[in-house]
């Protein structure tokens, strides 16, 4: 295949002249002629109006189609001005292509890979090198034979400095086959320095030096000019060439060297041979290694877009002719095939991304354009099969339709007058993205009433039968296309692609009267049998496929062919508002049913100020999406809907959720804003919101969007769309109340905000039914404390009665949920019943039922302190206890968070009387088991006198607490026990780099176990037993003697 062939150099040709002699030689000239010639013979570029000469005339045909090597071995002796005139006709003579292959579009835009990270048209290679060339920065201009070569100079900028670019670009039969740069550009394109050098070419040939192929040149020396001509050659290049000109020397001089065998000597500058493809310079490697690294990048940093441009530029090369274009959609399909994606999805059986799936169906599509080629040759459209079958054969080659691709039955190669056969019995298991293009394969453009169609513009013969649905014609005269309308439309795409606007326009209008004519038949069935139809909800339609998102996109195609050229007409209006079957605003409505949310919304702005009836009419039955609908829906707000499904349980190909929820969402914006100060029109739109939008962000937003326009500045608030703003919003908690939402925080106090705007009563009510819309904690927490706050008091001027019934529904509501959740609630509950007696009694008795099992010692701890710092000690102290017999603080966890809890609880109870502290100590012995704590505590209980709060800050004459005695007695004994208990835990795994702060550790034990009368002798019984138990450890007991003895 073309696609698969080897990127090579410039071509050189073998060139071997044996016809000439001297008589040819008499009429040549060593030096050069400018490219144009006399002004007789410059052609396009002369400046008079004389005829071009016939040598012009046939030399340019010649340039065209010919290589040269046919022509020099058409003729054995081929005049000199001959060759300069097709030599100088062969360089490509339009701008189109080279702009082609030089940027992404030919009218500008975003290119690949080449720095133009913006929109700027001016960044492209092609508008460059035009600024380029017109800032006179191209020189020393040469073509010798067919390869032109010169510098290329780019200015200094602020941030680069000057740049000199050697260019060389070869060319064959009016196409540039091979470019060189030295400026090193990595791309798919040109770069700016060749295309300047190019254009240069183009605009101004008569400024070029022409010479004739070097080989013409040495053929005309003798041996002294060629040995003369060789070692200039070499003096000049020496340290370049002179390695690889002593191994020519060599092989030549050797009589067996492969070089001897052939006759003749290649020649980079004599053209192409008669075996060389003719087609424009295309870096097959840079294709690949772009199309890898977008690929690679997921989605990520606009790779989906590049992609994108590729097949445009595909389709752009097609639409030209180009060769090149089969040849970059091979390279690109090489990729995507081997994209390690597609074996880890197929691994894990994922489904691939929406956009990612979209990159596919357009490489489908475009292999359908390639194949559906009309003028295709036979063997280039076998040598394409093969290529798709091959990928087609691959385990991890993408199904048509994601994991649902055997569901399709096969359609692409249904013939219009085929016998009407069973559909079914062209299923096929497995079809792949590739399988519409490999059914194509067999499609022609032979059938006589398709060349009349896209041939003809008038029809004078026809023959209309109105009761034939294969009829060829409609009643005015105008072809009908019955094909699969999908391949039809393909059809139409190959046309466009193909650079035939004109017959794909005629094909396009066959279709849409085809279409059109089958829509008139049905709404004719749908009026005669209307109620028999709406009690079965069904109709005669069996289209199996959505059209809108289909992988071959026959709506956009359609659509695309006609505003190409602006026709159209407006009775397809007629049919819609009619309400016919096939018709999205239809009263059945099929669950794979293509949205109207944007045709409507266009529809609705642009009725509304004539027909305001009509235009709610057609927007509230878009509204409608019954692809969510687990069931068909018993009614419309005006009359019955009926919902059918063609395949139970699938999403429709085009499904998209996202986009789809997001235009449904502007079509009722849209409504809710026109509606304003019309109650009636609001309620209606409401109700088709609630019954028709699943999505809760998208109901969200439409409640933010209602509440933005209702309190709009330059008016007064407008009541009724308030409500509704705050009934969307009851909905959205609902709907939330059960699921997890990031935004629901957010929701929630948007509530309290819009119930506070529509008043005093909404709020009431959302307190009232707080258990349907918010969890405990929000009801708590948000809703109660933003209502009873003073900004919300002094916002809706209550007075005292309004407050008080306000703060009683904020009571009952802070009890019940309490109740419900005492762990989270209690503290929010007590706060918001602080002023009621009897309501903060029952919160704290909720309180201290629950701590036994509902709560953990940090809530119960948090509300401790609460009540102490509300000036209620005992009740705090009761709570710290229940706290404490929740509490198990190991001997290592010397930093845990609760041990601040602890020491206030010791520090409350210590203040409160000897009997507290007593009734404390034996919880914490038990609770806590870390030294480090009971010490700290330990030393805080000895310094101050227990009773403080009694005393009521007078001085207190009592004595400090012995600790010989209850209750500092079992706390020291419990400190010196955990001392020695942690000392043996220690111990067991311990590492040399811990040992200082082991000894350390002892030195804070013995510090405690002083605190005891019998202490010293404890400790030098408890160190002797260390250095006995743990004697292997020398290093460490060395340490111990050293500080204890």
């Not at 296309?481 to 393909?490: F, G, M, R």
């Not at 209307?530 to 959505?546: A, C, F, P, Q, Y």
């Not at 809890?901 to 919880?923: F, M, Q, R, Y």
Request: proline residues 4%; neutral net charge.
């Amino acid at each position: 295949m073309m696609a698969e062939r080897v990127q090579q150099p410039p071509a050189k040709r073998l060139c071997l002249r044996p016809g000439f002699g001297a008589t040819c030689r008499q009429g040549q000239r060593a030096a050069g002629a400018l490219c144009g010639g006399s002004a007789a013979t410059q052609g396009e570029s002369s400046r008079t109006q004389s005829p071009e000469s016939l040598l012009d005339i046939a030399a340019r045909r010649v340039a065209e189609k010919w290589p040269f090597q046919r022509v020099e071995e058409r003729f054995e002796r081929i005049p000199e001005p001959v060759q300069r005139r097709i030599v100088y006709w062969s360089f490509p003579r339009s701008e189109r292509e080279i702009c082609m292959y030089s940027s992404f579009n030919t009218g500008g835009g975003e290119e690949v890979g080449s720095g133009a990270e913006s929109g700027d048209e001016t960044r492209l290679p092609f508008r460059l090198g035009i600024a380029l060339l017109e800032s006179g920065c191209v020189d020393n201009v040469l073509q010798v034979g067919f390869h032109l070569s010169g510098t290329v100079r780019e200015p200094a900028t602020s941030s680069e400095p000057e740049l000199l670019c050697n260019v060389s670009v070869s060319f064959d039969r009016c196409k540039i086959t091979s470019v060189t740069c030295s400026c090193g550009n990595k791309d798919i394109f040109y770069c700016a320095h060749v295309v300047a050098l190019s254009l240069y070419r183009v605009r101004k040939p008569e400024q070029v030096k022409l010479r004739l192929p070097i080989s013409e040149t040495l053929f005309q020396m003798n041996r002294d000019q060629l040995q003369k001509f060789v070692q200039y050659l070499i003096t000049v290049h020496h340290t370049d060439v002179l390695p690889t000109a002593q191994k020519l020397a060599d092989e030549i001089l050797s009589q067996n060297s492969e070089i001897n065998q052939v006759h003749g000597a290649p020649d980079p500058t004599a053209g192409a041979s008669v075996d060389d493809e003719n087609c424009w310079h295309l870096d097959e490697e840079q294709v690949q290694e772009q199309v890898k690294l977008f690929l690679s990048q997921g989605g990520y940093h606009g790779s989906g877009k590049q992609l994108n441009l590729l097949f445009s530029k595909v389709r752009e090369m097609l639409r030209m002719r180009d060769s090149n274009g089969a040849r970059m959609l091979t390279l690109i399909t090489e990729q995507f095939m081997g994209d390690p994606r597609l074996a880890l999805w197929r691994q894990q059986g994922t489904t691939m991304t929406d956009k990612y799936r979209q990159l596919w169906d357009e490489l489908g599509a475009l292999w359908m354009c390639i194949v559906l080629n009309p003028h295709c040759k036979p063997e280039q459209k076998a040598a394409w099969l093969r290529q798709l079958r091959r990928w087609n054969g691959v385990d991890v080659c993408p199904l048509e339709d994601g994991n649902h691709g055997s569901e399709l039955i096969n359609l692409t190669n249904v013939l219009p007058q085929g016998p009407p056969g069973n559909p079914v019995s062209l299923t096929r298991p497995h079809r792949t993205v590739f399988m519409r293009a490999i059914e194509a394969c067999d499609l022609h453009w032979q059938d006589p009433h398709l060349q009349h169609i896209i041939t003809e513009d008038h029809y004078n013969n026809y023959c209309y039968h109105d009761n034939l649905d294969g009829c060829l014609f409609d009643s005015r005269g105008w072809p009908l296309w019955h094909e699969h309308v999908p391949t039809a439309c393909a059809r139409v795409d190959a046309l466009r692609s193909h650079g035939y606007p004109k017959e794909a326009l005629r094909l396009a209008i066959a279709i849409i009267n085809t279409l059109r004519r089958q829509q008139q038949k049905q709404l004719e069935l749908f009026r005669g049998h209307k109620k028999e139809l709406l009690h079965r909800g069904v109709t005669s339609v069996t289209n199996l496929e959505g059209w809108v998102g289909h992988p071959l996109d026959p709506i956009g195609t359609l659509f695309g062919t006609l505003m190409e050229t602006g026709w159209g007409s407006d009775d397809g209006a007629t049919l819609d508002f009619s309400a016919g079957p096939y018709s999205g605003l239809g009263e059945i409505l099929y669950r794979e049913s293509v949205p109207m949310h944007t045709f409507a919304k266009y529809l609705f702005t642009s009725l509304l100020p004539h027909d305001a009836e009509l235009a709610y009419r057609i927007a509230l039955r878009a509204m409608r999406l019954p692809v969510l609908e687990s069931t068909a829906s018993s009614a419309d707000l005006s009359r019955p809907q009926h919902i059918v499904s063609v395949v139970p349980n699938r999403y429709p190909r085009w499904f998209t959720l996202s986009h789809i929820e997001s235009q449904q969402c502007e079509l009722a914006s849209t409504m809710l804003t026109a509606a304003k100060g019309d109650s009636c029109r609001l309620h209606t739109v409401l109700e088709s919101i609630q019954k028709n939008i699943h999505s809760s962000s998208h109901i969200f937003k439409l409640a933010q969007d209602a509440f933005k326009i209702a309190t709009l500045m330059d008016s007064l608030p407008d009541l009724t769309l308030l409500k509704v703003s705050l009934e969307l919003g009851l909905q959205v908690m609902r709907l939330t109340l059960s699921t997890l939402n990031w935004r629901r925080r957010e929701m929630v106090r948007w509530l309290v905000t819009c119930a506070t705007e529509v008043g005093v009563f909404a709020l009431d009510n959302i307190m009232q039914n707080w258990f349907t819309l918010f969890t405990p904690t929000e009801a708590t927490s948000v809703v109660a404390s933003t209502i009873m706050s003073n900004s919300t008091i002094v916002r809706l001027h209550l007075d005292c009665n309004q407050q008080e019934k306000l703060a009683n529904s904020a009571r009952t509501l802070a009890l019940q949920c309490a109740m419900k959740d005492p762990q989270n609630c209690a503290l929010s509950a007590l706060t918001l019943c602080e002023k009621d007696h009897i309501a903060f009694e029952t919160a704290y008795q909720i309180v201290l039922d629950s701590a036994a099992t509902g709560m953990n010692y940090t809530q119960l701890f948090t509300i401790a302190r609460y009540m102490e710092h509300r000036g209620y000690p005992m009740r705090a102290y009761k709570l710290a206890t229940l706290a404490l017999t929740h509490l198990n603080l190991s001997y290592n966890q010397d930093t845990h968070p609760a041990i601040n809890d602890v020491l206030w609880a010791c520090a409350l109870s210590h203040l409160l009387g000897k009997n507290e502290l007593a009734a404390v100590i034996p919880l914490v012995v038990k609770s806590v088991k870390c030294a480090t704590v009971l010490s700290d505590i330990l030393r805080r209980c000895t310094l101050t006198t227990p009773g403080m709060v009694a005393l009521h800050s007078r001085r207190n004459s009592g004595k400090l607490m012995s600790l010989d005695k209850a209750p500092l007695r079992q706390l020291l004994d419990a400190t010196i026990g955990a001392y020695i208990n942690t000392t043996h835990s220690r111990l067991t795994h311990i590492s040399p780099r811990h040992y200082s702060e082991f000894i350390e550790f002892l030195s804070k034990a013995r510090e405690t176990f002083l605190m005891a009368q019998d202490g010293h002798t404890q400790f030098t019984q408890f160190i002797d037993n260390l250095k006995q138990i743990y004697k292997g450890k020398k290093k460490l007991m060395m340490l111990v003697r050293e500080r204890f003895g």
